[in-house]
């Protein structure tokens, strides 16, 4: 074998992405794949079959390979690779590293997909070109979360949850409610699948006139219940003038979020992705970049867009099947 090669699984709320990558971060081939959710050892399955095929695609045998990286949205419980209640999968707990050592004996090992993005970032992106030793990804899709790295030292936390920084309080008035159960979280007013939540606060104080004169009211002919981000971004990018205010308001609660993951982790550079995120770049960042200077206490970091962009958790989870030697400890913990 000519080079040392692993295979890198992210986990998502509907589909399973795989690569075959070497050290570098070159991916040799990729696969997407919806979940199967029909029993407990439906992914582990998935991951078996994606890693054969993966060899035989780079004819390698499987036992040539370094190790599997799976990234996966948490809870989990990271040593003994289980998830925890995971979205969308409707059982309790779903053990991955056993069944798949099992099946092939080299060694798997499970992260929180942010925290393998902050991993992706150092190996892989920026992070990796400057060698910055304190650097926080945060990811605003259909939740917001993030990992850091700080003195070059992988923040995991107990059972692989550090940096829930989605769950940051931001609005002590708590007038919305966050998929945990408590509120006033950042992720309940900013995340992809809470804006249509903020937007409907937001118009119930505002008051049906000004509402009902707004692009917002008409492009979902006045039935709330059916907007969604995406029809508020287009809102925004049509200059509507509701939505920009609201955008701003939304731009003011992402500034409080950022300054306070700037002020716990005191990072150099901040990279930004998740769909939100690298889909509205222009609407989500100016206003964080503008703003985190009027609250923060620390050093004001860089802030930016990764250029992983999507496969952010897929390059994170091929360093981690890189940088862990057993497969348990990473080099940056
Ligand atoms: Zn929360």
């Given at each position: 074998m000519s080079e040392s090669l692993a295979v890198g699984v992210d986990i998502g709320g509907t589909n399973l992405r795989g690569v075959i990558a070497n050290e570098a971060g070159e991916f040799l081939f990729r696969e997407k794949e919806k979940i199967n959710?029909?029993?407990?050892?439906g992914i582990s399955r998935q991951i078996i079959k994606l890693v054969d095929d993966f060899c035989e695609s780079a004819k390698i045998e499987v036992n040539d390979l370094k190790g599997i990286g799976i990234a996966s949205?948490?809870?989990?419980k990271r040593k003994e690779g289980v998830l925890i209640?995971?979205?969308?999968?409707?059982?309790d707990e779903v053990p991955l590293k056993e069944p798949i050592e099992k099946k092939i004996d080299i060694p798997v090992s499970l992260i929180n997909d942010c925290i393998a993005g902050v991993l992706g970032e150092k190996e892989y992106g920026i992070g990796s070109e400057r060698n910055v030793e304190n650097l926080v990804y945060v990811t605003m899709g259909t939740g917001i979360g993030g990992g850091a790295i700080v003195d070059n030292h992988l923040l995991i936390g107990?059972?692989?949850?550090?940096?829930?920084?989605?769950?940051?309080?931001?609005?002590?008035?708590?007038?919305l409610e966050c998929g945990c159960g408590?509120?006033?979280?950042?992720e309940a007013y900013c995340s992809g699948k809470n804006i249509p939540n903020y937007l409907r606060l937001r118009f119930s104080e505002i008051g049906d006139e000004r509402v009902q004169n707004s692009l917002l009211h008409d492009l979902v002919s006045g039935d709330?219940?059916?907007?969604d981000a995406k029809l508020f971004f287009d809102a925004v990018r049509k200059e509507d003038e509701l939505a920009n205010q609201i955008a701003e308001e939304i731009g003011n609660l992402n500034a409080i979020g950022f300054s306070n993951v700037i002020d716990a982790y005191a990072p150099s550079l901040i990279t930004v992705g998740g769909s939100v995120a690298l889909k509205n770049e222009k609407i989500v960042l100016p206003p964080v970049q503008k703003q985190v200077k009027n609250h923060i206490r620390n050093i004001e970091p860089e802030i930016a867009i990764t250029p992983l962009k999507e496969d952010v958790g897929l390059y994170g989870a091929v360093a981690e099947a890189f940088t862990s030697p057993n497969q348990s400890e990473s080099r940056y913990l």
């Open positions: 959710t029909k029993d407990k050892k949205t948490g809870p989990m209640e995971p979205t969308n999968i409707p059982f107990e059972g692989g949850n550090a940096a829930e920084i989605g769950h940051f309080t931001v609005d002590p008035e708590e007038r408590k509120k006033g979280h950042w709330y219940s059916e907007i």
